[in-house]
């Protein structure tokens, strides 16, 4: 047991470092984001479909998270029925319990626990989930908030996260047989590795600011029940049917166990669809995940 929490403590530490350095410091997590989602994980994510032979098995994962969506939608929309919610807490458990942190959390601990292949296959789910958070969980904080977005809009807003266009050069560079040069190709890894650490730190930096306000303890409940139960159990279950390699299933069951993501929080705070339910949803998560992941890295075998 002692093991595998030390495959989680590093990423907890590398949390707790962004932590303390934003209550000391009270940096631009603004800029800092920047620098990571529109330089680094643009190139890591290049190098990712550059370096990777384009396989049918992407396509899997892509169908099974939108069925894994769907599911965790059915359970937590009968879940806010039961509890009469309104459709603002509704949305707002959603976004909790639909999107998993598969960036700044899941992938540095698929990379400690398994390896730089199922690295790799992380970095491939992270950009799906990209595509998922980008469209439904929009359109849930739109009806949360009441908004109306069209399907024009929806689709739009795909085109603005920069790591779909380091996929796309990568999948057509690869396709196209086009090599790049060694030299050139070690600065795109070297600046994407920095990448994953520099998400961690930002993790912690937005941890820091979170702030606890009055909602309803069982949103909470239900964000936490859904998120980091019954999310990896219907992963474990999915994968079952899934024409895969061993690996890639382990990173999906892993990356679905993850806690609340942290793009979720930005999505409450821009539709403003309970924020404060949403952030503190995340904060609590990830504390939880600190005894839950080594667990599910023991039912898995790892």
Do not use: W
Not at 244 to 262: C, G, Q, R, S, Y
Request: net charge neutral; aromatic share 10%.
């Amino acid at each position: 047991m002692m093991q595998l929490v030390m495959i989680v403590l590093p990423v907890f530490l590398i949390f707790a470092t962004g932590y303390i350095a934003q209550k000391l410091l009270h940096m631009d997590i603004k800029s800092i984001s920047a620098l990571s989602l529109y330089i680094l994980l643009p190139l890591l994510t290049f190098d990712t479909f550059y370096s990777n032979a384009i396989t049918v098995d992407y396509l899997y994962l892509f169908i099974f998270s939108l069925v894994i969506t769907a599911i965790l939608a059915g359970v937590t929309v009968a879940i806010g029925f039961f509890m009469k919610s309104d459709k603002e807490d509704i949305s707002a458990m959603l976004l909790g319990t639909l999107f998993p942190n598969s960036g700044n959390y899941g992938s540095p601990v698929v990379l400690f626990a398994i390896g730089a292949t199922a690295f790799d296959y992380a970095i491939v789910l992270m950009v799906l989930h990209g595509f998922i958070i980008s469209t439904v969980g929009i359109f849930i904080a739109s009806f949360g908030n009441g908004a109306t977005i069209s399907a024009k809009e929806a689709l739009a807003s795909i085109f603005r996260i920069p790591v779909i266009y380091g996929a796309l050069a990568g999948v057509l560079l690869q396709l196209g047989n086009i090599t790049i040069d060694d030299k050139l190709m070690e600065i795109i890894q070297m600046t994407g590795n920095a990448a994953i650490p520099v998400v961690m730190l930002i993790l912690g930096m937005q941890l820091a600011q979170i702030t606890k306000e009055k909602f309803e303890v069982k949103d909470i409940t239900t964000v936490v029940v859904v998120r980091m139960l019954i999310s990896p159990i219907v992963a474990s279950i999915l994968v079952l049917f899934m024409p895969v390699d061993e690996t890639m299933k382990l990173v999906f069951i892993i990356l679905n166990a993850m806690p609340v993501a942290a793009n979720s929080t930005m999505l409450a705070v821009q539709f403003n669809v309970k924020p404060n339910l949403v952030s503190f949803s995340t904060l609590v998560t990830t504390l939880i995940s600190l005894i839950t992941i080594p667990i599910c890295l023991i039912l898995l075998g790892i």
